[in-house]
């Protein structure tokens, strides 16, 4: 199955700071998926198809990659962007997630 | 308004089973796949099982942590779908998030709030 690793594991970001996650695959992968979940909530959905913005995500966050090596950027951080966030691929089976990155409010 | 509602999470001792159930609305169940995707405590997501539409012949797929213990199924007319989840072990503790998936799409748009399994005796 295709490992998803993720840097940094945590980080922290003041308000209007950009923030820039990474997302390396063990192989190629043609696609790459977020979600943000918030402290006891479920995971929500954020960018599909490496750069589309899934519904009533702010224009802030921004998806791009190719290949093996795709990143989220929020170019303005937020107070209510402290979350934890994951990749997902499904280039093959079993669909995968990176173990996450914790994003905090400085 | 999509809404995915679980239930059916408890304490259950190993080896033990229970049945996770799904309700979803707000959409049309016949159109998606339906899966489960679990989190165990402080940990991240690991995706456990796929049911696919009457389109695709209610295909099913599993984890291979899973496969033979755990059988996932729907029930279109209740826009519902289930987990049978069997020979629990301890790595099996969990919140159980249902989840959709347009058809093959790959990816998970909507979740439900996620139940809890807990396996300790």
């Known amino acids: 199955e295709i490992v998803l690793t993720q840097s940094p594991t945590t980080t922290a970001a003041s308000p209007g700071e950009k923030v820039t996650i990474t997302c390396l695959a063990s192989s190629s992968v043609s696609n790459m998926y977020w979600y943000q979940q918030k402290s006891g909530a479920s995971p929500k959905l954020l960018i599909y198809s490496t750069s589309s913005l899934a519904s009533g995500v702010p224009d802030r966050f921004s998806g791009s990659g190719s290949g093996t090596s795709y990143s989220l950027t929020i170019n303005t951080m937020e107070a209510e962007d402290a979350a934890t966030y994951y990749c997902q691929q499904w280039s093959s089976n079993p669909p995968t997630f990176g173990s996450g990155t914790k994003l905090e409010i400085k | 308004e999509v809404q995915i509602l679980e239930t059916g999470g408890g304490l259950v001792k190993p080896g033990g089973s229970l049945r996770l159930s799904c309700a979803t609305s707000g959409f049309n169940f016949n159109d998606y796949f339906m899966h489960w995707v679990r989190q165990a405590p402080g940990n991240g997501l690991e995706w456990v099982a796929e049911v696919r539409n009457k389109n695709n012949n209610y295909a099913t797929y599993y984890a291979a942590s899973v496969k033979g213990r755990f059988t996932i199924s729907r029930d279109d007319s209740k826009s519902s779908v289930y987990l049978q989840v069997s020979s629990l072990r301890a790595e099996d503790t969990a919140i159980y998030y249902c989840?959709?998936?347009?058809?093959?799409?790959?990816?998970?748009?909507?979740w439900g709030q996620g139940v809890m399994v807990t396996v300790s005796s």
């Open positions: 989840t959709r998936e347009e058809q093959l799409s790959y990816y998970f748009d909507y």
